[in-house]
């Protein structure tokens, strides 16, 4: 799909009719989220847990408000052909990897231990 030329360019939507793009499926499992009554994601481990009364005990701090910079706009976008490719190139796509079956990872667990697991697993690959 990196080819040009409309061969690639239909490869290219082929993949995009396929596939759910990487926020489409994170908002999609936080929604089930949302619609249950638990954020618990058994997934991520607690290490806070023996260690939460003396939390809870400790002084809280006032932190200042965090000012975001201003995003990067596109320069010379005139048309929705070059505005889009602007785009991607100051905010490539990110696409899945999948290492793990969904029959291994969804089941009785909530949607988004999957997403989080293979999140576990891309951040370990990409430290090392």
Excluded: C
């Excluded at 990196?2 to 993949?15: F, H, L, V």
């Excluded at 249950?36 to 005990?57: D, H, I, M, Q, Y």
């Excluded at 932190?63 to 505005?83: G, I, S, W, Y």
Aim: proline share 9%; hydrophobic share 40%.
């Amino acid at each position: 799909p990196k080819e040009g030329g409309a061969e690639g360019e239909e490869r290219m939507e082929e993949e995009d009719e396929a596939e759910e793009d990487f926020i489409e499926e994170l908002w999609g499992r936080v929604s089930v989220l949302h619609e249950g009554s638990s954020w618990t994601v058994a997934a991520v481990p607690r290490v806070r847990a023996p260690f939460e009364g003396k939390l809870n005990r400790a002084v809280t701090h006032v932190l200042p408000t965090l000012n975001l910079p201003t995003p990067p706009q596109p320069q010379d976008a005139d048309t929705p052909v070059k505005m889009k490719a602007a785009l991607l190139v100051l905010y490539p796509p990110r696409g899945r990897l999948r290492v793990l079956a969904a029959k291994q990872t969804e089941g009785d667990r909530a949607p988004i231990e999957r997403f989080v697991i293979e999140e576990y697993v891309q951040d370990v690959l990409a430290f090392w």
